[in-house]
């Protein structure tokens, strides 16, 4: 469990942002977009110099998100820039941001395998939900709800194929947390979540939607995705 | 039951894509709107050569969406691409995607008839709608929810012009599943359902709406309805 | 009862569809907005020349919608083409539709009086909701849900000034049922449904909004409403 | 109680129009501006020349409004016709109205102190909410639901500085009454509210949102206050 | 406790006004941003000359809105006409209000710590929502209500670094409570609101969102972290 670890890993704060594209974008001329693009990635390339970011694209599974960041630091401050620097860009002058998730990792209280940073990319889909449980969930004796996350636990053991990621927001967003499951096989991952119905936890679930499906890619191929061009070699 | 297959069919991944037109699009001039909708029906003909695409108009039986797109895959990248060269034409630069279902076929627990896909078309409505259960309804014993459902199904038999295709969206989606009837006899199906209001079941229903219904067309006639005007034919 | 009608009259589909302009079109020069009204009354009478159509004003009773119509088919084709038409106004290239429901008219299982069809216009008022009653409702024995109804018509009755019509859109459109009451009485009226709030049907009704007062008027007069201006005497 | 009334006042019908401006509309020309107000001024002052009309300013109490016109006539073709001649005014022509309410006046069961009208301007701020009960309410015995009201209107009588004006909107809108109470002093308005949330009465409270805090003025200087021009002195 | 206090201190309005600016703005020229920048620092600079006026950025850490300001004042004119002179700057008219709370501070019944003013910026974060109690909170005895928030305010101790600002908005507006927690640590903030979730008192919460993360620095820094553009040296 997190109290036993000796060696305080740090904590970090992880950033959820889904933009959704006004289609006047494409509109504009390929130059342009080509431009914009480069304003983005460049953005991007500054903050994941140092730290982990990560892109996903939503063209096909939502309709209201194209494209999400997940970006991840120890303090606030590079998260505020990468938004401000982000803000400058083209693209972000016809986009809007319909979902933002704040949230930190943190040990959990439930199992040893809880991490306090986010993975470099290791699947093709990332299922990604806010998540909020009932209050009285908070009721219920902790060594009930140690052995009701226990079944859940065992339940997600038999998926070894599916990944799961949980940052907290406590105070810091709407939601609990942020759930997210990395997977190669959404299938599976869908029989998953069925069976995982029939837990004892979930009858605690309050809130687990909006559910978003994200393919993994680079920036790049995110940012192709939402014109169909791909950019040129740059000189 | 699914277990007993041996031959192991593959499971689609199903896309409902809702599309409301800007009306500013109904301002362009002739020649441009029949341009956008050239280029909105090759992306649909590119899919569809593989695989299943099927087309509903929404004009006069919702005020909140105007066309519809049923595509059906066995991996997500084709969905994914489908979406983005659909983004490239004309027509979706003055639209917007207000509602968007991500789905996937798999054999019913409950019943032998369920199909790993959709079948093309063969009536004249869809009815569909996203569903979610009550968590309750997931506590309940296996061998009674088979019960219910019997009783649910059994009702649904009465009507043989009226024909299900259930498809599931857990962990992908907002929704659990996506419910689509498709039958010619729209107070038939009205009749079914008020009938379903009073089975045990249906006490287990958390949500299912929006309800839409689909008239079903061809890309072109679905495309045509939009602005009234017929393509003119292609020489 | 409807079971006891020999002659099988035919049910209707009704269509209810709720305008609200875009401010933008009164910015308009007053000839384009004549030749916008003159298309959407044309679109309205080709309609009306063999069915019913209605249209009623909110300018005044609502803020978010403007003008409703009314139309009523025995079967979708030409309630999806007076759509289609519509669409094709100048009028509606600047409007919204923020409400829109579609029902069906069936005899009703709780009294002989109800109708298969709307009525052409006879009262000032039209006051319309969209219904949906509890789960709970549909559990409650058959004999007793006729006691229940019976104590709420009986209600009804005494306000012989007010005229109900009940069409049903189970599976068709998100609600169960669109209710609408005729009268020139709105006080009356409000009297009728705050003591219906005190019968034993009341308690199951999960929702009754939004709730719309519609002023009835000639389609040209409804669209007269929305600029002040009449329109000039065709020559 | 109303039915002891023997001389019949006419009941009124109550609309609460709410507009939020365009931000677009600040950027007009001085000039432009001073004649959208003044053609609103000129709507306000016909109906107002034989009936009642009040202005309120909500610039700095909500996000969300501006301004608020309440109006009141013994029928409803008036009202009517204030809202077309004000959606003529250029000030319309940039605006929306994200909140709208009809009610009528209506003698009180529970107080003889009730009104069938809206008194002039007599308070600073006027606190308006729409308020629908839970149906539980209305299974109340009749002579309990009388003795939980008396509680209430005895708590509300400690504050006599504070004015309570319920008007009633049961099947001509969303709401079941439009409250809104009037006063010189918000922070014994708040104490009220607060105190009265431990009566009885509170617990049948189904919604009470949105609260709109309205500071009384002019319909000339609510206007000026949207762009903080005076309008210049006619000549 | 506020009722022993015979000093009387005056109570304040509080108000909370979240801005989203219009992307299109981002696209005017820098002089123009420039300009506007200034013209509501200087509606700021004149209110806060008596003022307190706190600035805080919401870039990267809500997707909804940008910035934020708290005014605060003995009476509702300031405030108002603060709003009016802001609403004429340039900025505002590409600006959207997302989010607004009014209220007032107030003696607490719990605790003799409550403040009546809100103190001036000594924390890097404000972590702020509005709040809403069930109303089973206001039926439960007063001793046990005081006894359930004493433990509250108990584990609300442990955090010394964690300041608390409560004002209340019973009447005023949509929510019963403004909640403000300021720190410099956001990871204890959330581990102590995950905490709290286990008192008695967290079971009457009926709504405690939306939950923003506010990042406290000068109006002009937040003005700058808009288009990442530092104000040139005035001459």
């Known amino acids: 469990m997190g109290s036993l670890l000796n060696t305080m890993p740090e904590r970090h704060f992880v950033k959820y942002t889904f933009l959704k594209l006004d289609p006047a974008w494409r509109r504009l001329d390929p130059d342009e ?19 982990l ?6 063209v096909g599974t939502r309709g209201d ?10 303090n ?16 972000m002058h016809l986009c809007q941001t319909p979902y933002s998730y704040l949230a930190m990792t943190k040990a959990s209280e439930y199992s040893d395998e809880s991490r306090l940073e986010v ?7 990332l299922f990604v939900y806010p998540f909020v449980k009932t209050r009285d969930w908070y ?23 599916i990944d799961l990621n949980t ?12 759930v997210a499951f990395e997977t190669d096989d959404p299938a599976a991952f869908l029989d998953l979540v069925q069976r995982l119905r029939s837990t004892d936890a979930s009858a605690y ?14 920036v790049e191929r995110a940012l192709n995705a939402l014109d169909g061009s791909a950019l040129p070699v740059a000189v």
């Not at 977009?33 to 730290?51: G, L, N, P, Y």
């Open 119 to 125: 993975r470099p990319a290791h699947g093709k889909y």
């Open 205 to 218: 679930t309050k809130r687990d939607t909006p559910t978003f499906t994200c393919v993994s890619m680079s």
């Open 167 to 178: 940052s907290y927001s406590f105070g810091l967003d709407d939601q609990e947390f942020v």
């Open 65 to 74: 998100a194209d494209l999400m960041l997940l970006a991840q630091a120890t």
């Open 76 to 91: 606030l401050e590079p998260i505020h820039k990468l938004h401000v620097v982000l803000a400058q860009s083209g693209l």
């Open 139 to 161: 009721r219920v004796p902790p060594d009930e709800r140690w052995k009701i996350m226990q079944e859940h636990i065992k339940v997600g053991r038999e998926y070894p194929q």
């Open 33 to 51: 977009r080509v431009q914009h693009k480069r304003e983005f990635m460049s953005a991007c390339e500054d903050f994941a110099s140092e730290r």
């Open 53 to 58: 970011l990560r892109a996903f694209s939503l």
